[in-house]
């Protein structure tokens, strides 16, 4: 297994357009997080799934972000009509749920600027 | 959310020990205590992680206090890849304190 994967590594985009970033966890891994980060502050707590669904969203989350997990495998991310408070590195972990204590394993991100 | 204090930075010397404190005087019975840290340009890296007693692996030790109201990562020799930023995180198990809650953590710089 190469460890969690995220794609694409850097995006840049126009103020208002759509993107959309995939990750790819640990395959026996059933939970998967999504985080965003600026710069010089720690990782920002957006989303997490358990298989394909849904439990918990944050509520600083704007409407205009929506994840999937469609099959309980990979995930995507998608951020409707970017503003540039949008640039960050966005983080995805996945983690097995039955070993509480085991650990995340983080993907490397995918740096998203809004120009 | 249970809270962590960590320092905002410390700097070590290569080659000799670091011990980096952690105070969680808020922490529950059931929260066990991680320890990830994140280099430069990647993603955070799982550390180590404790509940009651101290824990030792080819990374690193986490010395846990009595009371659990405080913790200590300890690099048994620091080396210039260490240079890195420590978070020191309570991960719970029930809903809502389940996930991983990243502070500020300490920004540790080693000194050749």
């Known amino acids: 297994d190469t460890g969690v994967s995220q794609n694409p590594r850097h995006k840049i985009t126009k103020r208002g357009q759509n993107v959309t970033f995939r990750c790819d966890p640990i395959?026996?891994?059933?939970?998967l997080y999504w985080y965003r980060q600026t710069l010089g502050q720690g990782p920002e707590f957006l989303t997490y799934?358990?298989?394909?669904?849904?439990?918990?969203k944050s509520r600083l989350l704007s409407d205009r972000f929506s994840a999937e997990r469609p099959k309980g495998s990979f995930s995507t991310l998608e951020i409707q009509r970017t503003e540039q408070g949008d640039s960050a590195m966005y983080l995805c972990?996945?983690?097995?749920?039955?070993?509480?204590?085991?650990?995340?394993?983080f993907g490397s991100g995918t740096r998203l600027t809004v120009v | 959310d249970a809270k962590t204090t960590q320092p905002n930075s410390m700097e070590s010397n290569e080659e000799e020990p670091v011990h980096l404190p952690c105070n969680h005087s808020?922490?529950?019975?059931?929260?066990?205590i991680h320890w990830y840290r994140q280099l430069p340009s990647q993603g955070p890296e799982y550390v180590i992680h404790?509940?009651?007693s101290n824990v030792n692996n080819r990374m690193a030790s986490l010395a846990i206090a009595e009371d659990r109201k405080s913790s200590t990562l300890i690099l048994h020799r620091a080396t210039l890849r260490d240079a890195a930023v420590y978070y020191c995180?309570?991960?719970?198990?029930?809903?809502?304190?389940?996930?991983?809650?990243f502070g500020t953590g300490t920004r540790l710089t080693i000194i050749p």
């Open positions: 972990a996945s983690s097995l749920m039955w070993e509480v204590g085991y650990g995340y394993t």
């Open positions: 395959s026996e891994h059933n939970r």
């Open positions: 799934f358990q298989n394909e669904a849904q439990l918990e």
């Open positions: 808020t922490i529950s019975g059931t929260d066990y």
């Open positions: 404790g509940l009651t």
């Open positions: 995180i309570l991960l719970g198990v029930d809903f809502g304190n389940e996930k991983l809650t």
